[in-house]
């Protein structure tokens, strides 16, 4: 059970009450997964989630001072390999394969500063590890203790030079960043031919000032109602790199924003993924008046007005601007009345030039593409 928007649609008290719900309904997941890898003989001795992973914080790894034993079940019906990252208070780690034996590589960054802002919790650290997963199965992985405390590898953010673009590679893309701002400049798919195909992207935080009621319509921005103060969304300013931390499993650009000192963002381009990570950090939003945060990201994809949104995690719904397929539109609200919900995925198409960009969420979101070739989420 979870509301439209616990954090401004219900007060102090409902939501303690919505997080008890939510609570007991992980923790009686937890042990039926428990149960199941039990049966398996997985592992013998008592299985601990890590909650919090999200916040850089695991009640288990947070003491540092034993070996640590993973289990990371692949509950799709096909093979895949996974970056698994790891709260961890200090990188004095191997990381070995309990099937194979062998000792994998483990590279350590340390948590965003962002992060540990929000988290006083936070631990220092993350330790990232490749794993291979088997189609509905699991892979047991041991974090053993290092005697030899020299052993850690560290990633450190490195000098950039102005004067030419950061140039990021994995095997399916390639990616340039800007290096004053970080900012991602185009993107490369190396699988599209001996040349690959290359589109120019940006991405840039907005916000729409909200409305609070006005001559047309007295009906206040609130929780339930998205009604921006007037069509346009106002720039929240240029970001500056911060950090460009390249690594063999995967590199990271940071950036912050000086007008905004409440927004910061994570860029990871990891070596054998199909797609490019963007981790923003919003917040805690200014209350100085009612502010709707957007991330919008533009292209020269000829998109003919349509965009697409996925329909409750699975097929794919075709939307058009200031059109509906199933009754004349009259629009009144140009902006909200082009956003549409988002559970995992939206994305642009040009089917002329036969590209596309799809934008994977990792929760429910809104979404609108108000021009060609954009797309953007609140």
């Avoid at 590279?107 to 936070?122: G, I, Y």
């Avoid at 106002?234 to 905004?260: A, R």
Wanted: hydrophobic share 35%.
């Amino acid at each position: 059970v979870s509301n439209h928007n616990i954090r401004e649609a219900v007060v102090s008290t409902q939501s303690t009450g919505y997080a008890r719900r939510l609570a007991e309904g992980q923790t009686a997941c937890e042990r039926v997964i428990t149960d199941g890898l039990k049966q398996k003989a997985v592992y013998t001795g008592k299985l601990q989630p890590c909650r919090l992973l999200n916040e850089s914080y695991c009640e288990v790894t947070r003491d540092g001072n034993r070996s640590l034993t993973v289990v990371v079940y692949n509950a799709r019906v096909s093979r895949r390999v996974e970056y698994i990252r790891l709260p961890l208070s200090h990188p004095h780690y191997h990381a070995i394969n309990l099937a194979t034996q062998q000792y994998l590589p483990l590279e350590f960054v340390r948590v965003s500063t962002a992060t540990q802002a929000l988290n006083p919790r936070a631990l220092p650290m993350e330790g990232v590890f490749r794993a291979e997963l088997p189609a509905m199965g699991f892979s047991s992985f041991q974090l053993r203790l290092a005697t030899n405390h020299r052993l850690g590898h560290v990633l450190r953010s490195v000098p950039v030079y102005y004067g030419e673009d950061i140039v990021v590679e994995s095997k399916v893309c390639k990616v340039h960043f800007d290096p004053r701002t970080g900012a991602m400049k185009t993107i490369t798919n190396k699988l599209a031919g001996l040349s690959g195909r290359t589109d120019k992207i940006t991405q840039r935080f907005m916000e729409y000032s909200s409305n609070t009621g006005d001559e047309v319509d007295r009906q206040p921005s609130g929780a339930y109602i998205f009604r921006p103060l007037n069509d346009k969304a106002d720039d929240l300013g240029d970001p500056t790199l911060t950090d460009y931390i390249p690594g063999e499993l995967f590199t990271e650009i940071w950036q912050s924003f000086s007008n905004c000192s409440w927004i910061t963002q994570v860029t990871r381009v990891y070596y054998e993924k199909f797609y490019i990570e963007v981790e923003w950090t919003v917040g805690p939003i200014p209350l100085d008046h009612g502010r709707e945060i957007i991330t919008r990201y533009e292209t020269s994809l000829e998109t003919n007005k349509t965009f697409y949104t996925d329909s409750n995690g699975r097929e794919m719904v075709e939307r058009v601007l200031n059109s509906q397929p199933t009754w004349e539109m009259n629009v009144t609200e140009p902006i909200a009345g082009n956003y549409y919900p988002v559970n995992t995925r939206a994305r642009l198409v040009d089917s002329k030039r036969g590209m596309q960009l799809t934008v994977l969420t990792d929760r429910s979101q809104g979404a609108a593409s108000l021009n060609n070739g954009q797309v953007e989420f609140m």
